[in-house]
Nanobody, 119 residues
Framework: QVQLVESGGGLVQAGGSLRLSCVAS????????MGWYRQAPGKQRELVAS???????NYAYSVKGRSTISRDNAKNTVYLQMNNLKPEDTAVYYC?????????????WGQGTQVTVSS
């Protein structure tokens, strides 16, 4: 089992930045892919960014160029740096992890952290 705990969310003005962190614990040696998803009110959960254990990254078109995903395997932590935030980035952001390199559905999920961007 893997436990994920996110932090770093909050209220920020449009154009501002936030850095989300997610620390994994438990059977961390089994983790390959890690990702960030978000879910806005009334919308489906969507992938924001993902990173493999080898460092291969993938971004949603809506955040590409404004966000950077990174991971520190020694600290079992994945980060999401978000810049030039927009009101449409407002959502609950979830960290996810899986033992597969490119999972279609992630097995482990955090509880989420709220990001609110004011205009």
């Amino acid at each position: 089992q893997v436990q994920l705990v996110e932090s770093g969310g909050g209220l920020v003005q449009a154009g501002g930045s936030l850095r989300l962190s997610c620390v994994a614990s438990g059977s961390t040696l089994s983790i390959n892919a890690m990702g960030w998803y978000r879910q806005a009110p009334g919308k489906q959960r969507e992938l924001v960014a993902s990173i493999s254990s080898g460092g291969s990254k993938n971004y949603a078109y809506s955040v590409k160029g404004r966000s950077t995903i990174s991971r520190d395997n020694a600290k079992n932590t994945v980060y999401l740096q978000m810049n030039n935030l927009k009101p449409e980035d407002t959502a609950v952001y979830y960290c996810a992890a899986d033992s597969h390199y490119y999972p279609k559905v992630y097995e482990y999920w955090g509880q989420g952290t709220q990001v609110t961007v004011s205009s």
